[in-house]
């Protein structure tokens, strides 16, 4: 068993001394993120203990395969907080609370699915399509993509963002995982 | 070529371009053209995967969603949440608690630092000039009529031995008798005048006797200096102190001069 497959199954187990361990070793980045964002220590501790919640949610329910605890741990909590704030929402997580928050772990928990699809298949790309799509996404105009990526002109640079996109596309709804995200 | 249409569209689509008329004809071609409609969702999510800002905006319908949302209501979903909150309270509760200790840490490292200013303040500034009067201002290095001449050692040793019973103001009557006879040895005489005034804290007048001494063309004239700037050490006048001190230091065979030396550069 490797070091990150150990630490999921004392996670998912409960394991008293390493949830301590993770609070003294992860929440601190957690915090420092979400304060460099406009973010407050009592939404920063809100926003930890959701994105464990899910985590544990992605990896027992789902049998989520992720490479980096740590990591993928932070980057759960990450975009909890950019969902809170792009939402100009703030979810407060209360052991006594007698508000269901099922819905909205349950959406944030497909959307955090989804993301991964999104991002795996990305990934894989050939390294200019995903620059390319990069800047595109980025507002980057086409005049300066076709400069730095030296296209002939402009439209070529158009053209190849649009090729890369449509193969990201293909590649994404051609996975199982799609469907089964997809809404209705 | 007409899919490249779509993403020229749907780019403006994005970033909120299109005129009214524009959008209402690109959500009626997205109605007729399922493709589109799904080229454009995952235009979007792309985007929305990608930025750091914006998060998925819509509302989920698929069938797993109501799966999972299932699972967030199951009672081992729901262990562990409350298994998470007790090792939060623990967890930030010692946060708190080190927060508290930080508040409380500065005031109390401010107060160390005073205490600790305060101490070196002691041992190294500048003693002020009552303390030093205290360390340097001494009456009693009065010189000796031993080897006088009998009558006038007489007088003299009677008026020693005013200055030394404190009868301070007689000192000074038997003191200005000799002073207004006698032809020689008139420092000596004068200094037991100026001790005798400052124990009375007569001080300008202390002042005066001293300043005769210093300007006397006796060997020991300047004892007359040191014994003007103890008075104003005493007077706490800093400024003729100083000047006072610096014709001492100017040279070496001057009486006192160390400690005047020692006093000026405690002053400087």
């Known amino acids: 068993m490797t070091e990150n497959e150990d630490c999921i199954r004392k996670f998912i187990d409960g394991d008293a001394a390493f949830l301590k361990q993770l609070y003294a070793k992860n929440y601190f980045g957690v915090e420092a993120y979400i304060l460099k964002n406009s973010g407050t220590k009592e939404q920063a501790r809100d926003v930890f203990q959701h994105g464990l919640l899910v985590l544990y949610t992605l990896l027992k329910k789902e049998k989520l395969q992720i490479s980096n605890f740590d990591n993928y741990l932070f980057t759960v909590c990450k975009n909890f907080w950019i969902k809170q704030s792009s939402q100009n929402s703030v979810t407060k997580l209360n052991t006594v609370t007698l508000v269901d928050e099922s819905p909205d772990l349950a959406s944030f928990h497909i959307e955090q699915l989804q993301w991964n699809l999104f991002k795996e298949k990305l990934e894989s790309l050939k390294e200019t399509c995903k620059t390319i799509i990069k800047l595109t996404l980025a507002k980057v105009s086409y005049a300066e993509i076709s400069k730095k990526l030296k296209f002939s002109n402009e439209n070529a640079a158009r053209q190849k963002a649009f090729r890369c996109k449509t193969k990201l596309f293909k590649m994404i709804q051609a996975d199982v995982r799609f469907k089964k995200l997809k809404n209705n | ?268």
């Open chain 2, 1 to 268: 070529m007409e899919d490249f249409l779509w993403e020229l569209k749907t780019e403006r689509f994005l970033k909120g371009e299109m005129t009214p008329e524009e959008l209402l004809d690109f959500e009626q071609e997205q109605k007729d053209q399922p493709e589109l409609k799904e080229y454009v969702t995952l235009s979007k999510q792309l985007q929305q995967a990608i930025s750091e800002k914006d998060w998925f905006a819509h509302k989920n319908t698929s069938k797993h969603y109501h799966t999972v949302q299932k699972w967030y209501q199951e009672v081992d979903v729901l262990d562990f949440k409350e298994k998470l909150q007790q090792h939060a309270d623990t967890a930030f509760e010692t946060e708190k608690k080190t927060f508290t200790l930080k508040k409380y840490w500065f005031p109390l490292a401010a107060a160390c630092i005073a205490l600790l200013l305060t101490i070196v303040y002691q041992f190294t500034t500048q003693p002020t000039l009552d303390e030093l009067y205290t360390q340097y201002g001494t009456w009693n290095d009065t010189p000796s009529f031993i080897v006088q001449d009998q009558n006038t050692t007489d007088i003299k040793e009677k008026i020693e031995l005013l200055y030394k019973n404190s009868e301070y103001q007689k000192c000074i009557l038997v003191a200005d008798r000799f002073l207004n006879s006698a032809t020689t040895d008139k420092t000596n005489v004068r200094i037991y005048k100026g001790f005798s005034l400052v124990q009375l804290h007569q001080n300008s007048e202390a002042l005066q006797v001293f300043k005769t001494i210093s300007e006397s063309d006796a060997i020991d004239a300047s004892k007359g200096l040191w014994y003007m700037a103890l008075v104003y050490l005493k007077t706490e006048d800093a400024k003729n102190l100083q000047e006072t001190l610096k014709k001492i230091t100017a040279l070496k065979t001057n009486y006192k001069y160390s400690e005047a030396l020692e006093l000026l550069e405690t002053l400087e």
